[in-house]
């Protein structure tokens, strides 16, 4: 089949995640941590392989190690088909640890955009919990442990109401994550060049769409352009 043919009747594009949610580090010697993510994502997008949301395990500290992380390495595997970049998807990702009396209490809040470019990415997500209005409240929320947080996660992928919320910094949350597409020139829209050099669509000796659908990916480079 001819590959501008192909194209040219795609009726939607796609684009395809997968890497982990790999640790964390939080100031203040909290531990015992897990995390939970969502994906957020716009009217024209559709899911239609993996899950949109995940829920970690517990994770602690190596007690023996000046290495303060916590390391989840939570797996994210995730296609989408979309029909417009507007809403391109975003990860939410919240933090929850468990405090000394056992009770569950948010540590902080983030989001990044997946990256729009195929290839391999690393993002470090800062994040971030709200604060209580006044000094009162903070001294009633940590005796009864209902610390405030926000009643959705996917709160902080958007900008509406967020000018008003009071937060602190809390820690960072490392993520990796492999990006490849497909149909996204029949759109218009051009997939970019990652760390690995060019991008090819991959096609087998018979014209067919190969082992990765005909998802770009980046090509091996040379011994020499490594380093």
């Not at 897990?34 to 899911?47: I, P, Q």
């Not at 239609?48 to 995940?54: E, K, L, T």
């Not at 218009?188 to 769409?209: A, H, I």
Request: net charge neutral.
């Amino acid at each position: 089949m001819n590959k501008q043919n192909d194209s040219t009747n795609d009726t939607a594009f796609y684009l395809m995640a997968n890497g982990a949610v790999e640790s964390a580090v939080f100031s203040g010697g909290i531990d015992n941590l897990y995390c939970r993510y969502a994906m957020s994502f716009g009217n024209d997008w559709g899911v239609i392989h993996g899950v949109d949301s995940g829920l970690s395990q517990i994770a602690r500290k190596d007690q023996g190690s000046q290495d303060q992380s916590v390391t989840w390495n939570f797996p994210i595997d995730i296609t989408f088909k979309a029909t417009n970049a507007f809403g391109w998807p975003r990860l939410a990702i919240s933090v929850y640890g468990v405090d000394g009396m056992g009770r569950d209490v948010v540590r902080g809040y983030g989001s990044m955009l997946l990256p729009t470019t195929p290839g391999q990415h690393v993002r470090y997500v800062h994040t971030y919990a709200p604060l209580s209005s006044s000094i009162l409240q903070r001294f009633m929320a940590w005796m009864s442990g209902t610390h405030p947080e926000f009643f959705d996660s996917k709160f902080v992928t958007q900008g509406e109401g967020r000018e008003v919320t009071r937060v602190k910094n809390t820690g960072v949350v490392k993520v990796t994550v492999n990006i490849m597409t497909k149909g996204m020139e029949g759109f218009g829209y051009e997939g970019g060049n990652g760390k690995g050099g060019k991008f090819v669509n991959v096609m087998s000796s018979s014209g067919n769409l190969g082992a990765t659908g005909g998802f770009n990916i980046p090509a091996t480079p040379a011994l020499s352009e490594r380093f």
